[in-house]
C-alpha cells in the first residue's frame, strides 16, 4: 500500500444525464443526476485509494454549508483532507455538469480555483512524511511550488496532471518527475502535441505523455524510449472524470511498474469508468 498526496482543486459536482443538450432559453428534464465531490486531484485521490492506497487531499474548503456535501462523499472513500482555508465562509468551488448518454461527451462549467487561491501556504513538510507520491494538478500553484521543492530534496516523485495549461506552471515544470497531459494541454507558443513535448523536454522532464481520449496514448521517456498505447474501444457511456481517474490509477501502478507499463493499466482503468454515469458508479465494477 502507498500514501499519496494530491494538491489541488476540490469542488462539488452537480452532474446530469442528458439525451440532448438544451437549446439556448430551453428547458430539459434529466434522465439521471449526481452529486460528487470533484476536482483533478480529488477524482485521482478517490481512485487511489480504491486501488488499495492511502490518499491524502491538500487544498483550500472552508465551513460554508456546502463542504459538507463534499467531506461526506470523501469519507465513503477514506480520503484524508487537509483543509489549508479552513475559516472560509465562501462556497466552494461548484461545477454544473451536462452528460451526453447518447456518446458520453461532457459539457461543464465552472469557476475552478480562480477565487480559492492559497497564496502564502506555510509547514508544508509535515504532509509528507511517508508519502510515496505526489501529484499537482496546477490549481495551487503556491502550493504546488512550495511542496515540489521540499519533494524534491526527499526525492519523491512528483506528478503533474496537465489537463489545461495555467499561468505559473512553468515555475513548476523543472522538478516534475513524470508530465501527463490531455490534448488541450498547450504552452505558450505551443500549437501542436510535438511542440508540447519539445517544450516539456526544454524543461528535463524526464517522462512526458499526452492522452488523446479514445486515441493512442503517446510518450516520451528517458528510461523507456517513446511509443503510443492503445485505448480499448468501448461505447462511452460518461468520460466526466477519466482524466482523473487516470491520474490516479497511474499514481497508483508507478509505484510497481514502468513507465509505459504504468500508463496501459491507467488507461483500462479510465475506459471502464467511462461505461458508467457519473465519477464513483465504476468503483464497484473494479474488481469483477
Known amino acids: 500500500m502507498g500514501q499519496g498526496l494530491f494538491v489541488g482543486l476540490i469542488t462539488l459536482d452537480l452532474i446530469y444525464s442528458v439525451s440532448q443538450y438544451p437549446q439556448e432559453n430551453q428547458k430539459i428534464v434529466a434522465s439521471d443526476y449526481t452529486v460528487a465531490a470533484g476536482g483533478p486531484a480529488t477524482n485521482a485521490a478517490v481512485t487511489f485509494n480504491c486501488l488499495g492506497n492511502q490518499s491524502i487531499l491538500l487544498g483550500g474548503l472552508g465551513i460554508h454549508p456546502l463542504t459538507q456535501l463534499i467531506r461526506t462523499d470523501l469519507q465513503q472513500y477514506s480520503v484524508n483532507i487537509i483543509d489549508l482555508d479552513s475559516t472560509r465562509l465562501e462556497s466552494p468551488a ?8 447518447t456518446n458520453g461527451d461532457r459539457t461543464v462549467i465552472s469557476i475552478n480555483a480562480t477565487k480559492s487561491q492559497i ?6 513538510s509535515q504532509y509528507l512524511d511517508n508519502t510515496d507520491i505526489i501529484l499537482i494538478d496546477g490549481h495551487q ?3 504546488g511550488k512550495s511542496l515540489i521543492q521540499q519533494a524534491k530534496i526527499k526525492q519523491i516523485p512528483v506528478i503533474l496532471d496537465g489537463g489545461s495549461w495555467k499561468p505559473g506552471l512553468e515555475t513548476l515544470l523543472p522538478d516534475i518527475n513524470y508530465a501527463i497531459c490531455s490534448h ?3 504552452p505558450p507558443h505551443c500549437q501542436t502535441s510535438s511542440d508540447v513535448f519539445t517544450y516539456l523536454q526544454a524543461m528535463n522532464i524526464p517522462n512526458i505523455a499526452i492522452t488523446q481520449g479514445e486515441k493512442p496514448i503517446q510518450y516520451v521517456s528517458l528510461k523507456a524510449g517513446s511509443g503510443s498505447i492503445p485505448i480499448p474501444s468501448i461505447q462511452a457511456v460518461d468520460t466526466l472524470g477519466a482524466g482523473d481517474i487516470f491520474h490516479g490509477a497511474f499514481c497508483h501502478f508507478i509505484l510497481s511498474e514502468n513507465f509505459p507499463t504504468a500508463l496501459a493499466k491507467s488507461a483500462k482503468i479510465a475506459t471502464e469508468s467511462c461505461l458508467h454515469f457519473g465519477t464513483r458508479k465504476w468503483i464497484k465494477f473494479l474488481n469483477n
Not at 461548484?94 to 448518454?101: H, K, T
Not at 497564496?119 to 508544508?124: I, M, T
Open 94 to 101: 461548484v461545477s454544473s455538469i451536462i452528460v451526453n448518454n
Open 119 to 124: 497564496l502564502n501556504p506555510s509547514n508544508l
Open 141 to 143: 500553484i503556491s502550493i
Open 184 to 186: 488541450n494541454f498547450y
